[in-house]
């Protein structure tokens, strides 16, 4: 499995880690001039336990009163950010809540592309320029984007089906 590095801000954050995985992972520390990284080596039998690794690195990040940590998996780069602060350390809810944003923002865009279409079809411009137009609207009025687009909309009338 690749080295798994953890940018600590420094040594004793990277030290208060390394203490903070009891044993329970192989961890050594990295410190140049420049960065401090933990660098974890887990084998086949501890890969499993990747979860409670992210669980000790959350609460290390609430505890140590900071916001996000660069992780290395070999050539890709990820940030973990902590937990907001009072809630609990659960990546069940962290995903629900992930999704929820997800499906919020999924649901917006569909409403304004409609508007964008209708825009475009009234004005006799192209979807881009709807789009642009529609976004210089919004914020000429100071409102969000999504309401706007929900008011043109509402404006098309709905045939009747017999």
Known sequence: ???IRVRAPSTTHAQRLIASLDGHFPATMNGGKRRVEVELRP?????SMLVELFDTLG???????LDACQIGF?????TLLAAAPR???DPTAFLL?????????LDSRIVIEQAKGILAEREMISPDDAFEKMRRDAR??????????AGIVSTVSKPRIS
């Open 43 to 47: 084998d086949s039998e501890t890969a």
């Open 97 to 105: 809540e992930r999704t929820i944003q997800l499906q919020t923002a």
């Open 59 to 65: 609460l290390w990040l609430r505890d140590g009163g």
């Open 140 to 149: 000429s009025r100071r409102m969000k984007l999504h309401d706007l687009a």
């Open 87 to 89: 809630e609990p350390n």
């Open 74 to 78: 070999g050539d890709r780069s990820y």
């Open 1 to 3: 499995m690749d080295v």
